[in-house]
């Protein structure tokens, strides 16, 4: 069946080390959604692509994190140099953009851990 | 500022009896309101859409209100199992555009058995 899939599914890093996640969105879908996931936070927002063009990337740290979707088959949120405090679960979510509604598919996530 | 409120403390329930969580904004006038489930170690999943002209909408066990005037989303889960048990995410949409929506911290359910 049809799922998002996120790989890697866990990464340990030492801090000042590029880290990069990788997605895969459900295909024929048109939305990509980044999130960060923290005990404190909840579920944040990232970035936000619609057929492959960033609409929105404000929640994201512009210095050190980057998102791209180089196809439709891949999207890609980098992190250089990660810090302690990016270590978060990362999710990817996508979605088939209506007139209104835009239930979102997770993946499993990526779970980051900055030493 | 805007915000949406989830009760932080778990919700402990009885085998059978109905479970009712609440969800809360302010500063939103957002089209429609989400409802996911999310298990340990899992991306959320999504489980009910109710819009703005919509009082109530329902799915098998799953019953979700909507009072634009209170402001407030309520989930309902009827004869309620163990199986049940997990983490209720409301998600707002964004006036933002781009059908964006924002998630609330979430409740977690426990069921007993």
């Known amino acids: 069946d049809a799922r998002v899939t996120q790989t890697p599914r866990h990464k340990v890093t030492e801090m000042g080390q590029e880290v990069t996640m990788r997605c895969q969105p459900i295909?024929?879908?048109?939305?990509v959604f980044w999130y960060r996931q923290t005990m404190m936070q909840g579920l944040e927002l990232l970035a936000y692509f619609r057929n492959r063009a960033p609409l929105d990337d404000s929640g994201m740290p512009k210095d050190r994190f980057s998102a791209e979707m180089p196809d439709a088959t891949l999207a890609t949120l980098k992190i250089q140099p990660s810090e302690p405090r990016d270590s978060a679960v990362y999710f990817c979510?996508?979605?088939?953009?209506?007139?209104?509604?835009?239930?979102?598919?997770f993946g499993p996530g990526t779970r980051l851990t900055v030493l | 500022s805007q915000k949406i409120e989830q009760n932080s403390e778990a919700l402990n329930i009885q085998e059978g009896k109905t479970a009712t969580l609440t969800c809360n904004y302010t500063?939103?006038?957002?089209?429609?309101l989400q409802w996911y489930r999310q298990d340990p170690g899992r991306g959320p999943v999504f489980l009910l859409l109710i819009r703005e002209n919509e009082k109530e909408k329902r799915k098998e066990r799953l019953k979700v209100t909507f009072d634009t005037t209170l402001k407030q989303s309520l989930f309902h889960i009827t004869a309620s199992q163990p199986a049940d048990s997990a983490t209720y995410l409301c998600a707002l949409e964004n006036s933002g555009g781009y059908q964006k929506v924002t998630f609330g911290t979430g409740t977690k359910l426990q069921v007993i058995p």
């Open positions: 979510a996508s979605g088939l953009a209506l007139v209104v509604a835009n239930e979102q598919f």
């Open positions: 295909l024929g879908h048109n939305t």
């Open positions: 500063n939103y006038s957002p089209a429609y």
